[in-house]
């Protein structure tokens, strides 16, 4: 069992002020493997006037010193890949493949940040004003438990490209995954105090970072309940905000497309991540009449899902990430059942062979109706829901029919008539046809799932300041 209590302020390790514990316990196996000692206020505190220190030079470094050290962040996190890998795994219960792919996606975050910032504009002549790009201050960056690395990455990407300092609070569950992030980052060498990183829960360091003057924008990503916590506590400082926030995305199936083909995809789309992803396809849009075909379908394609031990390589779901979420989601699938839908396959407990470990049943609903709680709220585990639709036009209707905006599907043979329901649909991102997510290309949600974009030139710009100079001889 290991203990991490140091935080990482002004390019060293110190011992924080805060003496609360926090133990990490691997939810694959339910056992305790470590622990973490959580910093406070006070040390929130420190690393923000690190940052603030650091802030004065950082600030006025080059495009092309900025451009270095994002490749240098890189090289960092892929030279520390397996111990990275090994932490998600242990930590989180992401599967072997999963775990991988996420650190490599934790890098490559800051290329493509990189290639943004080689082609910013942080300067514009308007008729005869001179329009600059500043960088706007301390930004604090809170992320969350289901996507350590990748969320961790692509703020600090954007801020470092423009020329801001940070202070960071990951999730206190995630502490392992953060030590070692935090290593790649030290060896990458960049200037003291233009990263910090202090473990904390959030109504301590997360609040601080949130109400104190010196931070200039936070970066959430989270909850949508706590992302308008932090907007309430953020208006006495009047401080930038950037939210990403929770989903209840649709996957609309249009009549025309292969369900053999398609059905599997729109499985996957839903269960992504252990089923804990703000995007997750979990609102399955069907036309009525191949109710029956697409039950059949959804059920194989989810009895084919191997749930179990993440470190095997053939596993696809691993178990949620604590006791407190594994009831959660144990909550909402009797709730489906008590209000009426029809439970197809999985349901209450683990599945067999898996008494132990945080796993759920992979689970498929269908005769849902918009008004049903499963289909209105983001549950966060491998649980689909299947609604019908008798026209395109009702589908639409029933895609927007949620507070929340962040993702959706699309399945059409007619690439028209896709991008034509996809244009109608209430959300910042939507996939065609299984498309993969393109990273250098803004990211956010509509309505509740979030304010402002991250990735690629959207997220620099979240984090520079406008300033509009005129006067003679401008140039």
């Not at 959300?427 to 250098?440: C, Q, R, W, Y």
Request: net charge negative; aromatic share 6%.
């Amino acid at each position: 069992m290991f203990t991490l209590d140091r935080m990482y302020v002004n390019g060293e390790y110190i011992e924080p002020q805060g003496k609360e514990i926090q133990r990490l316990i691997n939810p694959a196996t339910q056992e305790v493997i470590g622990q973490v000692v959580l910093g406070n206020e006070e040390d929130a505190r420190l690393a923000i006037a690190a940052a603030k220190e650091a802030f004065a030079t950082f600030s006025q470094t080059s495009v092309e010193e900025r451009s270095e050290m994002l490749q240098r962040l890189h090289d960092a996190v892929l030279a520390n890949m397996d111990a990275m890998a090994e932490a998600n795994i242990m930590e989180y219960g992401a599967s072997t493949k999963s775990a991988i792919g996420r650190v490599k996606l934790a890098a490559a975050n800051f290329l493509d940040t990189k290639q943004a910032l080689d082609n910013f504009e942080f300067v514009r002549y308007i008729a005869s004003a001179k329009v600059v790009s500043e960088p706007a201050g301390v930004v604090g960056i809170i992320t969350p438990w289901n996507a350590s690395y990748s969320q961790i990455t692509a703020k600090l990407a954007a801020a470092i490209a423009a020329g801001c300092t940070v202070v960071i609070k990951p999730s206190e569950l995630s502490a392992l995954q953060t030590q070692r992030i935090t290593e790649a980052f030290h060896h990458a060498g960049l200037p003291k105090g233009v990263i910090n990183v202090v473990n904390g829960y959030g109504h301590t360091v997360g609040a601080e970072f949130t109400r104190n003057p010196d931070v200039a924008l936070i970066s959430f990503t989270g909850s949508t309940r706590v992302g308008k916590e932090i907007l309430k506590g953020a208006a006495e400082t009047l401080k930038r905000v950037t939210l990403e926030l929770g989903g209840k995305s649709p996957n609309i199936i249009l009549d025309d497309v292969d369900y053999t083909k398609v059905i599997p995809v729109a499985v996957a789309q839903g269960f992504m991540n252990n089923g804990q992803a703000c995007v997750a396809g979990t609102r399955l849009l069907v036309p009525e009449h191949r109710l029956q075909e697409v039950k059949q379908l959804a059920q194989s394609a989810i009895r084919a899902v191997k749930v179990g031990n993440p470190w095997e390589e053939d596993t696809v779901l691993g178990p949620i990430v604590t006791e407190k979420q594994f009831l959660n989601v144990q909550r909402y699938i009797q709730t489906g059942i008590d209000e009426g839908a029809e439970l197809v396959t999985g349901g209450i407990g683990r599945p067999a062979g898996l008494e132990h470990g945080y796993f759920v049943k992979p689970t498929l609903f269908v005769n849902v109706t918009e008004d049903m709680t499963i289909a209105r709220e983001e549950i966060f585990g491998p649980v689909l829901v299947v609604l019908t639709y008798k026209t395109v036009e009702e589908a639409i209707a029933i895609a927007n029919n949620t507070n929340y905006g962040l993702g959706a599907y699309v399945h059409s043979a007619d690439l028209d008539q896709a991008n034509r329901v996809a244009s109608r649909i209430a959300a910042g991102v939507v996939s065609i046809n299984g498309a993969s997510p393109e990273m250098k290309a803004p990211f956010g949600g509509y309505k509740q799932s979030g304010l402002g974009r991250e990735y690629g030139e959207y997220g620099i710009a979240e984090c520079l300041e406008t300033k509009t100079i005129t006067g003679h001889g401008m140039q």
